[in-house]
Every structure is written in structure tokens, then in C-alpha cells.
């Protein structure tokens, strides 16, 4: 069974799309969810929840506080999941400001394609058996939407080798939990320029 762990709708169970996908186990998700509470980085976010499937992590983010969140999520059964969980979610936030949730039908490149900047956080879970070179391709297409200081947490198997980073997305650290490894990056900063001497 999955739950949201905390904020307005803590407790709220979660339907699960009935294949397909892999959701992030709850120990799992209070090691994200206390990271990112430790940063600072939910109140007020504008999420982006990749390879959505229950929409668990972005659902999350909206209970914990953030403002803004699209699932994007191709498998129609699964964004229909989604939207009954948004649904759920949003009728739970009661004396509080609802946050905006979408749902995005689409493929994770053709979404980022044509999406707005000014992403502060980004959650990609994709199914484990998504290749490398089609991780890198999402990350570079990520990178330019990032706001500054943006988090992103890219979720993958333990046996999978560490995400190419495109310029523009920095990584900080890795997290193992078993057969999953966390990777976690920020928007790179700009190079000084070199002063004179």
C-alpha cells in the first residue's frame, strides 16, 4: 500500500497503477522527503514528477508544500491513476492553499521539449530497464527548465552506472537503499569569470 507520509494529506492511501510500474518504497521516500525538508527545498516548488506512475513523489511534494507540480506520465492507465490521485489529494487540502497538479499524457522528452522554466525541483524514477543514453537525453533536455539552485533526484537501480550529467545540472551525492540508488544533483553555477592578475 502507498501513502503520503506527510503535510495536509498525511496518511492519504494512494491507488497504484496495476502494472507497469515500480513504486518508491515508503522508507525510500522519507529519506527523500527528509532531505529535501532539510534543504528547504518544498515549500513553495515548482515540481516536476517524471515517469510519474502513482504520482506518489510529486503528490508528496504538494502535501508537503509545494505550489506547482506536473506528473508526466505516457501509459494512459497509469496518468488516469494520477488523476485520481491528484483528485484525492487536492480534496484533502482543507484550510490550506490548494496547489496546482496536472497531469501530463505524454512521452518524459516530448514534455520537456515544450515545457516552461523555472523548475525548482524534479524527481526522475524511470523503469529501471530505461537505457542510459535515454536518462542523458531527459537530463539534457531538463537542464535549461532548471531554476537556480534547483534539486534533482534521479531514482535507478543499484546496478545501473551513475547518470551522464549534461552541462547546466551538477551531482552531489549518491545514497544506496538496497537494490536503489538515489542520485542527487543541483543546477550547476556559472563560472566566475577569471580576474586579471
Not at 148 to 173: C, L, Q
Request: hydrophobic share 45%; proline share 8%; charged share 25%.
Amino acid at each position: 500500500m502507498t501513502r503520503i507520509i506527510a503535510g495536509f494529506a498525511g496518511s492519504l492511501t494512494l491507488r497504484v497503477p496495476r502494472s507497469g510500474t515500480r513504486p518508491t518504497s515508503d522508507r525510500v521516500r522519507e529519506a527523500i522527503f527528509s532531505a529535501l525538508e532539510a534543504r528547504d527545498a518544498l515549500e513553495g516548488a515548482r515540481v516536476l514528477d517524471l515517469y510519474a506512475g502513482s504520482g506518489a513523489l510529486g503528490l508528496e511534494a504538494a502535501s508537503r508544500g509545494a505550489t506547482d507540480v506536473v506528473l508526466v506520465e505516457r501509459a494512459k492507465p497509469a496518468a488516469e491513476v494520477c488523476r485520481s490521485n491528484a483528485d484525492a489529494l487536492l480534496k484533502a487540502a482543507k484550510g490550506v492553499t490548494r496547489p496546482h497538479i496536472r497531469v501530463a499524457v505524454r512521452p518524459v522528452a516530448a514534455y520537456l521539449e515544450t515545457a516552461a522554466a523555472g523548475v525548482d525541483l524534479a524527481f526522475i524514477d524511470p523503469p529501471y530497464e530505461l537505457d542510459e543514453a535515454a536518462l542523458a537525453r531527459d537530463l539534457e533536455l531538463l537542464a535549461p527548465l532548471l531554476a537556480p539552485d534547483a534539486v534533482v533526484m534521479v531514482e535507478r537501480s543499484s546496478r545501473s552506472p551513475e547518470p551522464e550529467w549534461p552541462a547546466g545540472i551538477e551531482p552531489e551525492r549518491r545514497r544506496d537503499y538496497g537494490e536503489t540508488t538515489l542520485w542527487w544533483a543541483t543546477t550547476a553555477q556559472p563560472a566566475r569569470p577569471s580576474q586579471p592578475e
